[in-house]
């Protein structure tokens, strides 16, 4: 069984939080709406998992370690793909 959290009330201060990790998981992205496929500092990996689901509705998960660094390779659905646009 998976569990999915999902982020669904959030103070001004965790939005702004949320804000700032999506920026930098979308970073270089034409179009933040489309599928996600990047690499994240493992330290941050839960917030940007929220940061994904809360602007998205999809979820993020890990690929793969990148070169035993502490640095995942993630991806997610997006927004399009998500609400079925």
């Known amino acids: ?3 999915v959290r999902r982020v669904t009330f959030a103070t001004q201060e965790r939005v702004d939080v949320l ?3 999506f920026d930098v998981l ?3 992205m034409d179009n933040w709406k489309m599928p996600i496929d990047t690499v994240v500092p493992a330290n941050e990996l839960n917030d940007m ?3 994904c689901e809360f602007f ?3 979820e993020l998960f890990v ?4 070169e035993n660094k502490p640095m995942f ?3 997610a659905e997006g ?7």
Do not use: L, P
Request: zero cysteines.
């Open 63 to 66: 690929v793969e370690q990148v």
């Open 79 to 85: 927004y399009y793909n998500a609400v079925g646009a």
């Open 73 to 75: 390779r993630v991806k």
């Open 26 to 28: 979308t970073d270089g």
């Open 56 to 58: 998205t509705g999809s």
């Open 49 to 51: 998992r929220d940061a």
């Open 19 to 21: 804000k700032k990790k």
């Open 1 to 3: 069984m998976t569990f």
